[in-house]
């Protein structure tokens, strides 16, 4: 290094992309200063002077590094005393040391650059990585591509930046100014500034559901100048509609992809479609012939539906982008999250974020997502008020109330309500209400809902519709809908799957997949102990889902309380709980020694309180009734602890919501709980400890791809078993019931109610609990809507047989086994045969496809028999005793 540099330099900038807390400086900078310290120690050249060296962080925080920042580091240079230890994107106002840089300077570019805005999981990045591709391999262009995406599972926005030219590509940037900018999904318009990317002159291509006569009108009023100010070249295709009429639902990739290549013109339209249309066959050979033949159909569909909108002179639109119109939130999203939502967050200077790293809950509500193409609606007549909808529904969001008559006073027009059925129900309403600007549009609740019009099968007493006709009015009602008082719980059993969901959901609005199979036992868990829940979290969806800077799904029901959620390392997650559940046993029995000292006090404030601290000592915390009960009592100590004279008082006021009972949960995937993080949660399941373990069994590592995991079965292929799994899946449950003293249960979606059965008694065990959860994945290559129809088909087959093994019931004398799944009355090829997980084996591995699949048959069956069996024992078996 010392030696290619010419004698003549005088000034070095050493740029990091990295910032080590507490360091001297950055790495490459600290070795920078040594080479040349040492190079000119030993005499290998001389400088004129020792050169003026600094250092400077770069590319942090999302801030993808551009012409503009690397200008602002040579004009630093050219300071008599340039800035040392700056940073040169992110705004540091705190130290001061930051460069200022120009956003707009540019280098230029001599090339064609275009820019597609997609929606997670829409296929528009596996699209534009195969545009690009193919003007590589077809052309004799230079090709680049950058994709920019978050961490979301699905949903969010992704960007694709395709560059290509004749001259080598020297811009290892992202792209601002375009040729070419596409929008997959019409509500971008509202929420992204899209256009400020496009060059005058440009073609911008819009996924709409309006056609190019009537488009105008519903554009955003800023869209509207924008395309007149830079006589951009306009085109519309209704990819929604096209994609649902080919049975390709929301995989728009290929039509879009197609009206890119037709409109650019960047190669001959017949050649595009030729070469559309064999990485059609590369990329979907493995779905089948069908899913192949639906997308080339989508190619030729495609090339007949593109328009071009005649662009009036005029701006005629008063709809407002909702770019930064955070004044209804509180302060921290206002100030910091608001404009992570928009997409601006790297403008945000560092003051604007919390000094000590903690974000707040209750902040998924802020996003107001509006992903769904269409989104449930609601017949009052129809409805049987079961709850499955809600049950079912991945994002909590569909929920319903029971209340009084006179609470629909002020009720907007369109607010729907109607008797509530049951006992003791005279003079009560019940409202199903959708937050349709939350709801994803997956479709799982329609599906599931059993009620349907007798003289028209079709119709169901919810049915998916449009979402944008629905936005204004129902946004209103989802409102109203929150401001109705709780139901109360004497109207409800919350030990049943209808009575459960009249719990507030304190997990809404995740950024899962639509339709994830995970995320409806978390919101059950939240819904059944949210108030006093404390959640280790291992790494996995559930983790990214849970905790998505800027917005976390956990959130607290009215009056505050909600789970505390935290998440660790994938291989330690069951000790953090663990340590989580010893840390509150220890400042509970802390509190509960201060509280006995207390009762001496004979101070003004005490007087009388003897009765008050005695029964919150010997409270029976056995039922959510007498938590709240507990509750009241705490919030009179604490009263009385404000005034207290006695030496204890100041810290069992700080302790004292610790004698309210608190439920420690692990929440983590199969992953985590059979491979990495097994010793832990083993150790941890061994030690007796009060505390409950969740596994999100997917049967792999969803959260990076798929990859299989020892919750596999034999014969699914995934990552690293691409010719299918040819061990057993390990049988966590099994090995975990051989303790006795550990209450385990495997539960599915396919019987909600034996669902609530197991998380409240594995919370009101006090002792390990573990529940396995059957988790759909979009990794098992099935219809997402449909799904739970492929967790009754493992049920049903017996390959996921139901059972809870209660530890309580060997006390009595009883088996503590108890099978809740009947009888298998399918075939194990019913239930994989479905999926195509199993069925691309045949493809994959032909040879060995049968001899896998009946081996995986046979195991599942073996496995059934000997759970029946077991569940058949008379007596004590597996007991403590
Ligand atoms: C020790 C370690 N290894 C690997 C990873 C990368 N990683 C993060 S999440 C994940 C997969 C999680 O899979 P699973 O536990 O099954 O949860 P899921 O995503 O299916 O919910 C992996 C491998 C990590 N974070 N830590
Ligand atoms: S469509 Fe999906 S996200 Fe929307 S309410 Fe139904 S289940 Fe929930
Ligand atoms: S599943 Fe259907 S019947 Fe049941 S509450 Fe929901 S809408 Fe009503
Ligand atoms: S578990 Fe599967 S469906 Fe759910 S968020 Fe993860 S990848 Fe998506």
Request: hydrophobic residues 35%; charged residues 25%.
């Amino acid at each position: 290094f010392a030696k290619i540099l010419p004698k003549t330099v005088k000034k070095i900038s050493v740029l990091d992309r990295t910032k080590e807390p507490g360091s001297l400086g950055e790495p490459l900078y600290h070795n920078v200063r040594t080479a040349i310290g040492e190079a000119m120690a030993e005499g290998l050249f001389q400088f004129d002077g020792y050169p003026s060296i600094v250092g400077g962080r770069y590319g942090l925080g999302s801030y993808e590094f551009s012409p503009g920042m690397a200008k602002s580091v040579f004009d630093n240079m050219k300071h008599d005393k340039p800035m040392n230890k700056f940073v040169v994107g992110i705004k540091d106002d705190v130290t001061g040391r930051y460069l200022e840089f120009d956003a707009d300077y540019s280098v230029p570019f001599d090339g064609y650059s275009a820019m597609f805005y997609g929606l997670g999981s829409d296929g528009t990045v596996g699209a534009n990585k195969n545009s690009i591709k193919i003007i590589g391999d077809s052309t004799d262009n230079e090709v680049q591509a950058y994709f920019v995406y978050d961490s979301k599972k699905a949903g969010s926005m992704t960007t694709s930046h395709l560059r290509f030219g004749k001259e080598t590509i020297r811009s290892p940037y992202l792209i601002t100014s375009a040729d070419f900018v596409a929008c997959h999904n019409f509500s971008f318009l509202e929420k992204y500034d899209m256009l400020k990317n496009a060059k005058e002159g440009a073609t911008f291509l819009l996924n709409s559901p309006y056609g190019a006569a009537d488009v105008w009108s519903h554009l955003p009023k800023k869209v509207q100048q924008t395309i007149i100010d830079k006589k951009l070249k306009f085109f519309v295709i209704d990819g929604v509609r096209l994609g649902n009429e080919l049975g390709l639902g929301p995989r728009i990739n290929v039509i879009m992809q197609t009206a890119f290549f037709k409109i650019s013109g960047i190669i001959t339209l017949d050649l595009a479609i030729k070469e559309i249309k064999e990485a059609i066959v590369k990329s979907y050979s493995k779905a089948g012939e069908k899913v192949v033949s639906m997308n080339k159909q989508a190619v030729d569909t495609a090339l007949e539906n593109i328009e071009e909108v005649a662009v009036p002179g005029t701006v005629d639109s008063d709809i407002e982008m909702t770019i930064g119109q955070w004044s209804h939130t509180p302060a921290t999203v206002q100030k910091t999250l608001g404009p992570i939502i928009d997409g601006i967050g790297e403008h945000l200077p560092i003051s604007a974020m919390p000094a000590d790293g903690t974000f707040p809950t209750a902040t998924a509500m802020y996003e107001k997502r509006n992903i769904a193409i269409t989104t449930p609606a609601w017949d009052e007549e129809l409805c049987i008020q079961c709850g499955i909808c809600s049950f079912v529904c991945p994002h909590a969001s569909i929920r319903m109330k029971i209340y009084d008559e006179k609470e629909l006073k002020g009720a907007p027009k369109t607010f729907k309500s109607c008797a509530a059925k049951g006992k003791d129900m005279d003079g009560k309403k019940f409202t199903l209400q959708v937050a349709v600007e939350d709801c994803t549009g997956c479709g799982a609740c329609v599906h599931n809902c059993p009620a349907k019009s007798k003289t028209d099968e079709n119709h169901k007493a919810i049915n998916m519709v449009p979402q944008v006709p629905l936005r204004e009015t129902e946004r209103a009602n989802f409102d109203f809908f929150l401001n109705l008082p709780e139901t109360d719980p004497e109207l409800f059993n919350a030990a049943t799957v209808k009575g459960s969901q009249f719990l507030p959901p304190m997990f809404e609005f995740s950024g899962a997949c639509a339709g994830c199979g995970e995320t409806p036992f978390v919101k059950l868990c939240s819904q059944l102990f949210g108030d006093r829940m404390v959640v280790a979290n291992a790494t996995g969806c559930s983790s990214i889902y849970g905790g998505n800077l800027p917005t976390t799904p956990w959130t607290t029901r009215k009056d505050g309380l909600g789970p505390a959620w935290s998440n660790s390392l994938f291989e330690d997650n069951a000790e953090f709980g663990f340590g989580f559940r010893l840390s509150i046993d220890k400042t509970t029995q802390y509190a509960q020694e201060l509280l006995e000292k207390n009762i001496e006090c004979g101070c003004a404030a005490c007087k009388g309180s003897e009765p008050l601290k005695r029964a919150i000592l010997g409270a029976d915390q056995s039922s959510q009734a007498l938590i709240e009960e507990q509750r009241g009592r705490i919030a009179e100590l604490k009263e009385i602890l404000a005034k207290c004279t006695h030496e204890t008082a100041t810290q069992l006021k700080a302790d004292a919501d610790y004698l309210v009972k608190k439920s420690v949960w692990i929440h983590g995937g199969d992953g985590w709980a059979y491979d990495i993080g097994y010793g832990g949660l083993d150790h941890v399941l061994a030690s007796g400890a009060n505390i409950n373990a969740l596994v999100l069994d997917t049967e792999v590592y969803s959260n990076t791809g798929g990859q299989a995991s020892k919750a596999t079965p034999i014969a699914a292929v995934a990552q690293f078993a691409a010719g299918g799994k040819e061990q057993p899946k390990k049988d966590l449950s099994m090995i975990s019931m051989t303790y006795g003293n550990i209450y385990v249960a495997r539960v599915s979606l396919a019987n909600p109610a034996q669902c609530v059965k197991a998380f409240l008694e594995a919370d009101a065990y006090d002792g390990p609990s573990l529940i396995i959860a059957y988790s759909h994945c979009i990794a098992h290559g099935i219809n997402m809507t449909t799904a739970v129809d492929g967790c009754k088909e493992a049920v049903n087959s017996g390959y996921w047989p139901l059972f809870r093994f209660d530890p309580r019931l060997s006390a009595e004398g009883k088996n503590p086994l108890q099978l809740d799944s009947k009888e298998p009355t399918i075939g194990f090829e019913e239930f994989a045969g479905k999926q195509n997980r199993f069925k691309v084996l045949k493809k994959n591995n032909p040879e060995n496809a049968d001899a896998l699949m009946a081996a995986s048959a046979k195991d599942s069956a073996s496995r059934y028999d000997l759970y029946k069996k077991l569940a058949a024992l008379s007596a004590d078996c597996g007991s403590d005793s």
